[in-house]
């Protein structure tokens, strides 16, 4: 069976990402997608580690990595000296965690896209700070266990919705893509590549480690977010222009929280409350997207 | 900055420069559990009579190599153009589909593999295997002794088939009506297995002495010759003129194809797939047929697809009606029927039936036909008691006459009497002469059983061949080891059909035939449980870049390096149909 995926690979067998990892799985398709000749800016993040040890590196592409908070300064700047140096054509891409993007390294990625740098910023998200502990971030779903948020103190704050937040920038092009769902992810990098202006994508990527899965159902809960409703896949372009690439079949959110261990002390009534929110979070999606509730 | 100079003066580098890459860390030795590759047995082929390797047909025919999928048909049956007619398709019973929407429609697939072949004129490219000197005589040229000189001719062996009538086929021949089987692709099939070398005498019948005779011409026997003989209801008026028996009555129409007209009533005795056959030809000849069956209609034995379109056709059933005697009048029979009833459901499902307490009834009709069922023609072809000197294999049974081999198969033989089961004994008696003229009597049953599809009856010639498919384990694909993410619900493709108005003035054959997209769609809803068909989901969701690919256009399976792999299983969960296991990693 042919897929339209590229063939070509830009990362090395070797490193060191932990068995199963979402942000491994992503990063090899995006730079399928991107190809080589790109610039790529890697914040503070679990990537700094997999993308090597000095002198061993992971990626057949040229990568700076920089301090935890710059993602969004660093690309404007390497774009700033490429245009100096009369290249047109290397495309600088971002790389960062969601700690890196939501958080510490959310200022200056505002400042990017309201100057519309021209760069492409890829978040891959794996819903805390897994790098240094599994840490919560504004990323960190309604209702997780992590090492800041134990016991009975789970968060009770919602994920930030980063793509809005960007969208309110009337970014020029922003989307959510999932490990699970490689063409589709793989469309949006081309499509994005193929742009001027600021570029977001936002790449949903399991953490086995963190999120206490078994390694080997790192695609399967990924695929759940989506199925569920809890990651729609969707793009605007423009800041206005909206397209849902998926059409959710109507499972229910508690199969996707049953199989994580990041989940385990919620109680049914916590989950009915989850669900709700997805739900009302899908219908305030549709009507962004022109298309009115029910389906 | 004391260089002096200039021109090789440049801002130093003051960051590191990574120069080399990852690929010294063996990542694999962090690996405790082991993806590995393996392939396992789909229930389709394991319910299969003859184990056809279905979903590997399904995987061709996806990618149009329709000449190649019929090929993997011919390893496997000689027959598949009949079988893709006539089977009773327990693979579709039997496909993981049916739980996720329909079964995938095999049947219809085999039957348009085989016309496509015979359209285009194709040679199937068939490997024969040397002459090894030997010759075995046949009896009955039906399904099963069809079928053993096929692949005895393969395996290198020389063989004639005696056949008591004047022309080859059996029951494919004398019984199927040539709506469900026409003529042409019985004899293309039967064609093709004598341009291998087999040679079919025809008016000869087998009587016990003949038998004795053959044994000092040929170095063993297949018996096949069926049941042939119509059973009788024991009742008093069966010999009454106007009582007949089905099955004479399916022969006689079938070699003189200007059908004899019928005109009035006719009752039509018995639950069968002859029964059923009966009633509708009878329609077709211009009479009202009425099948009176002792059970309910949902215990007959006939297939309930062609009891589906009897009815459709117009032919009665009366059920729970059981005869009691026939009496002749001036124009017809006199039928005294006395009514059944229920009296409990037995293990298989069927019910059981004592009479009712009601008078008997009286029906009269213009004729009579019983089809209650058929049993050996000749006491000597019986094989139901085995000794301990036979060796009893799946479909067939080999019997020592001192040191000479007879095999039975064909109904003889068989739990299931059909087409296909027929098939599976022959094949099978073929592969067993081979063990036993290669490497003697005691490695029959451990090479027969070594062939096995799955955990049902079905043997495999290409497994026997030491083919691919011998790598293959013989755990089933359940439903549930399926990854159904990967499949989307879509409805299986109808079968189509003559109009009924079309239908009941003819013979003409009531299935029609497919497009080739059509079937490629249809094959494309095949899950192909347990086989590789290259979707390549391991290599691209292996975070580790360690499934290689190369050399895969030719279809061999992937292979993980394991240098690297970590063992997180993905690829394993990620396999939509199950061929790969996680086992723990061995120290
Ligand atoms: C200014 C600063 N504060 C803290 C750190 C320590 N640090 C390194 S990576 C990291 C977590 C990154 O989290 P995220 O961006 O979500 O990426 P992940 O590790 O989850 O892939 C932290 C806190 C740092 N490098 N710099
Ligand atoms: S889906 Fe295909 S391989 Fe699986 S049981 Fe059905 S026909 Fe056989
Ligand atoms: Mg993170």
Redesign the interface.
């Known amino acids: 069976m042919e897929l339209s995926v590229p063939d070509r690979e830009f990362m090395y067998s070797g490193h060191v990402a932990c068995p199963g990892c979402g942000a491994a799985i992503a990063m090899r398709f995006v730079l399928k997608a991107l190809g080589e000749k790109i610039i790529m800016v890697i914040p503070a993040c679990c990537w700094s580690i997999i993308a090597g040890p000095y002198p061993m590196s992971t990626l057949r592409v040229p990568v700076l990595h920089t301090a935890f908070e710059t993602g969004g300064s660093v690309a404007s700047g390497i774009k700033a000296a490429l245009e100096v140096r009369g290249d047109h054509e290397t495309t600088v891409v971002t790389w960062a965690g969601d700690g890196g993007t939501f958080d510490i390294g959310f200022q200056a990625l505002s400042g990017a896209v309201e100057r519309n740098e021209d760069f492409i910023y890829i978040c891959y998200d794996n819903e805390a700070y897994m790098n240094t502990g599994i840490q919560r971030s504004s990323s960190t779903p309604y209702g997780a266990w992590t090492t800041t948020t134990p016991g009975q103190d789970w968060k009770k704050m919602r994920k930030k919705n980063i793509v809005e937040a960007l969208v309110a920038h009337r970014i020029r092009y922003a989307a959510t893509a999932n490990i699970a769902f490689p063409e589709d992810l793989i469309n949006k990098v081309k499509k994005a590549k193929n742009m001027k202006g600021s570029r977001f994508i936002h790449i949903f990527s399991t953490c086995p480690t963190g999120w206490r899965v078994p390694s080997e159902m790192s695609i399967k809960i990924a695929r759940m977010a989506v199925q569920t409703n809890i990651f729609p896949l969707y793009e605007v372009e423009n800041g206005v222009e909206y397209t849902i690439n998926y059409r959710p079949k109507g499972y229910l959110v508690k199969e996707y929280f049953k199989l994580q261990g990041r989940f385990s002390h919620l109680t049914e009534e916590d989950l009915d409350q989850i669900q709700e929110m997805v739900e009302e979070d899908w219908k305030l999606l549709l009507r962004k997207a022109g298309v009115f509730s029910g389906s | 900055m004391k260089n002096s100079n200039r021109a090789n003066m440049c801002v130093p580098l003051l960051i ?12 694999g030795s ?1 690996r405790f559990l082991r993806p590995r590759y393996l392939e396992k047995t789909a229930p389709c082929s394991s319910a299969c009579p003859v184990g056809q390797d279905i979903p590997r047909i399904q995987m061709l025919a996806v990618q149009g190599s329709f000449k190649e999928a019929w090929e993997l048909l011919l390893s496997e049956n000689p027959f598949p153009g009949t079988c893709g007619r006539v089977c009773f398709h327990p693979c579709e019973s039997a496909c993981n589909r049916l739980e996720f929407d329909e079964a995938v429609a095999i049947r219809m697939i085999e039957r348009f593999l085989a016309d496509t072949a015979s359209r285009y004129e194709l040679q199937p490219r068939l490997n024969k295997l040397a002459e090894k000197g030997k010759k075995v005589a046949i009896i009955g040229s039906g399904p099963g002794g069809l079928s053993a000189a096929y692949f005895l001719a393969l395996l290198g062996y020389s063989c004639d088939v005696f056949e008591s009538s004047n022309k080859p086929g059996g029951m494919l021949r004398w019984a199927i009506p040539f709506y469900r089987l026409p003529l042409k692709v019985l004899e293309e099939e039967i064609a093709r297995i004598e341009s291998l070398g087999v040679r079919i005498f025809c008016n000869h019948h087998v009587e016990f002495e003949k038998f004795k005779h053959l044994r000092s011409n040929y170095d063993a026997i297949f018996v096949s010759c069926g049941y042939q003989k119509g059973r009788r209801l024991n009742i008093p008026g069966e010999e009454s003129p106007g009582v007949e028996d089905g099955l004479t009555f399916l022969r006689e129409l079938k070699s003189d194809p200007s059908s004899p007209s019928l005109h009035g009533s006719v009752a039509v005795i018995g639950g069968g797939n002859t029964a059923i056959d009966v009633a509708r030809s009878v329609l077709r000849c211009g009479a009202k047929p009425v099948i009176v069956y002792r059970r309910r209609k949902e215990d007959m034995r006939a297939f309930g697809e062609e009891i589906k379109m009897a009815l459709d056709e117009g032919v009665r059933i009366e059920e729970l009606k059981s005869p009691l005697k026939i009496e002749k009048k001036e124009s017809g029979v006199i039928l005294t029927l006395q009514k059944m009833k229920v009296a409990g459901i037995d293990e298989s499902g069927r019910a059981a039936i004592e009479p009712d307490n009601t008078d008997p009834e009286i029906v009269s009709y213009d004729r009579v036909f019983v089809a209650i069922g058929t049993e050996p023609s000749e006491p000597w072809y019986v094989c139901d008691s085995c000794s301990g000197k036979d060796i009893k294999l799946y479909n067939s049974v080999m019997r020592f006459d001192g040191q000479f081999p007879v095999i039975f198969g064909g109904d003889l033989t068989t739990e299931a009497k059909t087409v296909t089961n027929a098939i599976a004994s022959g094949k099978e008696a073929a592969m067993a002469l081979d063990v036993l003229f290669r490497i003697g009597k005691d490695f029959v049953l451990p090479e027969i059983s070594r062939c096995r599809v799955g955990n049902g009856l079905s043997v495999s010639m290409e497994i026997y061949l030491n083919g691919e498919r011998k790598n293959r384990v013989s755990h089933v694909v359940s439903y549930a080891e399926i990854n159904t ?1 990967y499949f989307n619900l879509i409805p299986r493709t109808p079968q189509p059909r003559l109009l009924r108005e079309e239908r009941i003035n003819s013979f003409s054959e009531i299935d029609l035939k497919i497009s080739g997209s059509v079937a490629m769609k249809e094959a494309g809803r095949c899950f192909n449980c347990g086989i590789c ?4 989901n391991c290599y ?2 292996c ?4 499934v290689k690919r190369q050399d895969s256009e030719e279809g061999g399976l992937r292979a993980i ?1 394991y ?2 792999c ?5 690829c ?3 396999c939509p149909r199950n061929a790969m296991v ?1 086992e723990e990693e061995s120290a």
């Open positions: 590191p420069r990574s120069y080399k890459t990852s690929e010294e860390n063996k990542t962090w993410d068909n290259h979707c390549d691209l969701f975070p580790e870049i360690a390096n240098d690297y970590k063992g997180c299983g993905l394993v969960v990620e996680l």
